[in-house]
């Protein structure tokens, strides 16, 4: 074989990722070769053609992990964040988190926060985004967080407000932080522990509605809570009382006791 490297190729198709076109030409023995309008010196079209091959190689494997993320997804109960630290066992988290936001890109997930995808409800009408109530259940499992609602909320549960959070809020054992529930945005505040030491119970409704209300207005809620209490739920109150403000402790010996 004499002269410049020999090289003969059939007509090909080669995909150029970046300019998203097809070119189309034939590689032959002459000092140069033009594809697409291109022209290439044998080194660089071989290159080229070393590199295309290396995208598509990329593409498939992208794809077969966001197939595998699905099959994860679709395992995982209605509303369940998907985290990217739990998918590191399929790739890089540099490779997870790309996967992952190139199917929120697509519709196939929501990205609720840092982090954190979840899959869209199926329903008649087209996909929606997971309830508020539902993503946080979901969360709290997942990542071994107490969190419940903000004490706005539990006083207007209780009857003690007429007031209806107009943002959903919750206090978590966790950092503070916003999930992006579609349309809606729910945040989450980092709380002390006295707040959560009873989570969803009745009593821990309580706790949350009395520091809500503040030591002013406080005690005008206690005759309602007399009322609505059992005996269970008051020994709650008055087991924990220790790990409250002074002013709290106080307003709930009053309240249980007289």
Known sequence: MSGPLALRWATSSILDADMGVSLVGR????????????????????????????????????????ESIMNVATTLPEGAPLAAKGLLHLGSRAAVDQTLSRLAARG??????????MRPVQTRFGPRSPSAEQAIEALAAQRGETIVPNGAAAANSLGLTTQVPVKSVYLTSGRSRVLNLGQQAVELRHAPRWQLALGNKTSGQVVRALAWLGPDEAPKALQILRAKLTDTAKTELVSAAPQFPTWLARLVGTMVHG
């Open 27 to 66: 590689l032959t023995n002459e000092s140069t070769s033009t594809v697409g309008g291109y022209q290439f010196g044998h080194d660089r079209t071989v290159e080229y053609c070393q590199k295309s091959a290396y995208i598509s190689d990329k593409g498939a494997i992208m794809e077969r992990m966001a």
């Open 108 to 117: 196939e997930l929501i990205r609720a926060g840092r982090g954190i995808y």
